[in-house]
């Protein structure tokens, strides 16, 4: 009965290799997110979806690309993986009522690029 | 430039006291401020929503302040428990309706018995 999953929740890779993380939600949520977390704890929003259509894209590098088969869905796929991606990636969805969501994450997926 | 800024280093309570921590933020106008908890290894938990018209929230054991004026929210945990013990994030919602949250780097707070 897990509301947000995401796997694998850990993920250990060279450099220049290419990963995705999957993330899907059981809530009935339209919206979902991607959530940067780096070594020093800060949460950066990197892209949200609302019913599969991007509204939010920070000024993430284009090696990252958010896909969203459906509305419960939302993978993050990375190319030519460096060094400075190593983090937790926090996948995060909200209820559809606009200006009062909580986000609801996932356990988060540590990514370890070597 | 933006910043939010919460309390860098632990905060360290006794059993039964009363934990308050601080976010500021500069050169934002913020409509919302949420409250998370997260404990190591997990994702962050909602605890606690306040709108920039509303001066204080209450939910069981916690107390949110927000002052628009001062920049400041304050978030209050009364009679704490060991188990209260965990980092909170306070975040800042810009987006007006799009959740597009921007978090400080969280304070973590120890509860000792």
């Known amino acids: 009965d897990t509301a947000v999953s995401q796997t694998p929740k850990y993920l250990v890779t060279q450099m220049g290799n290419d990963k995705s993380i999957k993330c899907e939600q059981n809530l009935g949520h339209d919206t979902m997110y991607w959530y940067k977390q780096d070594s020093k704890k800060f949460l950066k929003i990197m892209f949200s979806?609302?019913?599969?259509?991007?509204?939010i894209n920070e000024t993430v590098p284009n090696r990252f690309s958010p896909k969203s088969p459906d509305k419960a869905h939302l993978n993050l796929h990375i190319n030519s993986l460096e060094l400075g991606d190593s983090a937790v990636y926090f996948c995060a969805s909200s209820p559809p009522s606009l200006n009062t969501g909580e986000l609801f994450f996932g356990e988060g997926s540590r990514l370890t690029v070597l | 430039s933006q910043k939010i800024e919460q309390n860098s280093e632990a905060l360290n309570i006794q059993e039964g006291k009363t934990a308050t921590l601080t976010c500021n933020y500069t050169?934002?106008?913020?409509?919302?401020l949420q409250w998370y908890r997260q404990d190591p290894g997990r994702g962050p938990v909602f605890l606690l929503l306040?709108?920039?018209?509303?001066k204080e929230k209450r939910k069981e054991r916690l107390k949110v302040t927000f002052d628009t004026t001062l920049k400041q929210s304050l978030f209050h945990i009364t009679a704490s428990q060991p188990a209260d013990s965990a980092t909170y994030l306070c975040?800042?919602?810009?987006?007006?309706?799009?959740?597009?949250?921007?978090f400080g780097a969280g304070t973590r707070l120890a509860v000792h018995p």
């Open positions: 050169n934002y106008s913020p409509a919302y």
């Open positions: 306040i709108r920039e018209n509303e």
């Open positions: 975040a800042l919602d810009l987006s007006g309706g799009y959740n597009k949250l921007i």
């Open positions: 979806y609302n019913n599969k259509e991007l509204i």
